[in-house]
């Protein structure tokens, strides 16, 4: 894999591992939709107008608007939506941790629903996977874990993996700062009609929220979502989601180190669990003969 790509990839591992920190400390200070909805109208418009700066088209294709609509419902409103109502309740670290589930989920959902052919390492990857979650699970519910936050976790992620599935191959077409600013506008306009009707616009002002707010948007909303694109775009969408093999560890150790989580030492072994099954997944996806050619020229592409 060349320099760059492995530079992108461990990027977005961070930025998309940071998220969740900073979406618990907003959701302390402030409504957690209507934070979310003013955070995607501006990380929208900032994608919009630098797109629009940069010449990329806003005529996309039928393929294109379809992942617009789709990412902005499943991965903006119900995902995200979902993680930053049961943050008021569940720690960063445990959101990281499900979300980061998600490359296992997807290649559940393709064996089971798509009959995608999995290697045996593949196997050994999904049960490892589900071993690690489980160790988790029992740990922290043990500990006293919301329930009610924890399922609004799982079902979030599984929206996640849904927006996955769908729309592969949307970001083609040398428009994708276009592509993830439009996709953030739907997200907008989709927290906000539920933020409008339930939440009353309480919020408790101080730096520390304005801050983690800046960055939420700026970083997570709109950098990583782009750089996610470029990198699909760059070296496919089964070799970028080997990098997801890093949001457990690094979502743990963020939220711990800015927000002084607690991690106990089952937390630890699944996360290394977890983490080695998404890695064993995503390789058991990747050809052998394209594995070779990638060996002998050392890149990707």
């Known amino acids: 894999m060349d320099f760059k790509s492995l530079f992108m990839g461990f990027a977005f591992a ?6 969740f920190t900073s979406a618990r400390i907003i959701v302390q200070y402030a409504p957690p939709l209507t934070a979310l909805s003013l955070r995607f109208l501006i990380s929208g418009l900032l994608g919009c107008a630098i797109a629009w700066a940069l010449g990329q088209s806003f005529r996309l ?10 990412f902005g419902l499943c991965q903006n409103a ?29 290649a559940i959902a393709g064996w089971l629903l798509f009959g995608t052919r999995v290697r045996p390492l593949g196997i050994a990857g999904l049960a490892a996977g589900v071993i690690g979650v489980v160790l988790i699970m029992g740990a922290r519910l043990s500990g006293g874990t919301d329930v009610l936050g924890l399922i609004l976790l799982i079902v979030g992620v599984f929206s996640l993996t849904a927006a996955t599935l769908a729309v592969m191959g949307a970001s083609s077409g040398g428009n994708v700062l276009a592509i ?12 906000a009609i539920p933020a409008v009707i339930f939440e009353p616009f309480v919020v408790d002002w ?6 983690a ?23 496919g969408a089964v070799r970028a989601s080997t990098f997801h093999f890093l949001n457990p560890f690094l979502g743990v150790v963020i939220a711990a180190g800015f927000l002084g989580e607690q991690i ?37 592409n």
């Open 14 to 19: 961070a930025m998309w591992s940071s998220a």
């Open 61 to 70: 294709t039928r393929r294109q608007w379809t992942g617009v609509v789709i």
């Open 78 to 106: 119900l995902y995200l939506g979902l993680n930053f109502v049961a943050m008021q309740t569940v720690q960063a670290s445990l959101a990281a941790i499900i979300a980061s589930t998600m490359p296992l989920l997807v």
């Open 180 to 191: 993830v600013g439009l996709q953030l506008l739907v997200g907008a306009v989709l927290t």
């Open 206 to 211: 101080n730096w520390t929220l304005i801050a």
């Open 213 to 235: 707010f800046f960055y939420t948007t700026l970083i997570p909303g709109l950098a990583a979502t782009w750089v996610w694109f470029l990198l699909v775009g760059r070296i």
């Open 264 to 300: 106990g030492p089952l937390d630890v072994v699944g996360v290394i669990i977890i983490a080695a099954g998404i890695l064993a997944v995503q390789l058991s996806k990747q050809p052998t003969a394209l594995a070779t050619s990638d060996t002998a020229n050392n890149r990707l």
